[in-house]
């Protein structure tokens, strides 16, 4: 008999209670954004170095922080188990649940890019509400962390689409943790000390509105492009790791450009290039369509699913379908 699985479900405690570390160390890894078991567990030596703590020290650190989650080799058949804790949310149109097979996983990342007026942020205000809904209604029953890149949250859009869904808007306005990140380095910090507030406030859903936006401004040219994207996977890697340690969906929205000598195909191309595009489990590709409020939705990239395309459309009531009536 294999041994079962260990859900995703369980609470973990602080790193206080690993007898491998102490007092001293404890308070460096707190300082460098360690809170929990599961931040130490998807920790690398490296990261725990900066803490003062030796290489063969932090091995062992992170060894003790895994074995209390039991992290270890398993068959495909325990796996597919495992993939039974993943769950879904819903975007709030039927249609382009079905494009993304249900839903927005947990444990992955989702990127949607487009150009400006597409629908990003507003995708991102709609899961901020609908990750609130009982799992029966397509829900997570959790609420949302938002870092917010470009100034582009509005609690106005959250109590009219609260509203249209039933919801108290003052409840759902308190299970939304705002935070506005300044520049790139305060995005990664961010994040970096997100696991803390993910656990205490009950947290299903990490949205980062935009990725690139503070990095595409601050790194400038061919000779800090490296820097740039070195920064940017340690984030995005930061990111799957709190999406698998606590089950939460992630979705990141992304800006694009245009190249000037595509003659031929799509000329729009999302920023970060093989860093994020390797990074994001499921990329979806948003523009406007000709006809006012309706929005195109291209599935790009998935590990499983096929390539496709739906439609949707904004409205004051936020993401719906597109019906004959309308």
Not at 118 to 128: A, E, F, N, R, V
Not at 273 to 291: E, M, P, Q
Not at 300 to 311: A, D, I, K, N, T
Request: contains cysteine; proline residues 3%.
């Amino acid at each position: 008999m294999t041994e079962e699985p260990p859900s995703t479900e369980k609470k973990y405690e602080t790193i206080l209670d690993l007898p491998s570390i102490g007092p001293v160390t404890t308070q460096k890894l707190r300082e460098l954004g360690f809170h929990t078991i599961e931040s130490l567990a998807t920790a690398t030596a490296k990261e725990l170095e900066l803490a003062g703590v030796g290489e063969k020290k932090a091995l062992e650190v992170i060894r003790a922080a895994r074995s209390t989650m039991n992290v270890s080799f398993i068959r495909a058949d325990e796996l597919l188990r495992m993939r039974q804790n993943v769950l879904r949310l819903t975007t709030g149109s039927k249609s382009m649940d079905e494009l993304l097979g249900g839903g927005l996983e947990t444990q992955t990342i989702t990127e949607f890019y487009g150009e400006y007026g597409s629908g990003k942020s507003q995708i991102c205000h709609q899961l901020c509400v609908n990750v609130q809904l009982p799992p029966e209604q397509g829900g997570l029953g959790g609420g949302a962390l938002y870092i917010d890149t470009e100034n582009t949250f509005r609690t106005e859009r959250i109590i009219q689409m609260s509203q249209h869904l039933g919801l108290d808007p003052e409840e759902v306005s308190k299970n939304i943790i705002y935070a506005d990140a300044y520049t790139s380095d305060h995005q990664m910090f961010l994040l970096e000390n997100a696991d803390e507030v993910i656990k205490e406030n009950g947290v299903r859903l990490i949205i980062v509105d935009s990725l690139t936006s503070h990095f595409r401004s601050e790194y400038l040219g061919r000779e800090m492009l490296a820097e740039r994207q070195q920064k940017l996977n340690k984030h995005m890697h930061r990111l799957i790791r709190l999406a698998r340690a606590f089950n939460v969906a992630a979705v990141v929205t992304n800006q694009v450009m245009s190249k000037p000598d595509v003659f031929f195909g799509n000329a729009v191309h999302p920023i970060g290039g093989h860093i994020v595009a390797h990074t994001s489990h499921t990329r979806v590709y948003l523009r406007k369509s000709a006809r006012g409020r309706v929005r195109i939705a291209r599935l790009v990239s998935s590990p499983y699913l096929p390539e496709g395309e739906r439609v949707f459309r904004v409205t004051e009531n936020g993401v719906e379908d597109v019906t004959k009536e309308n």
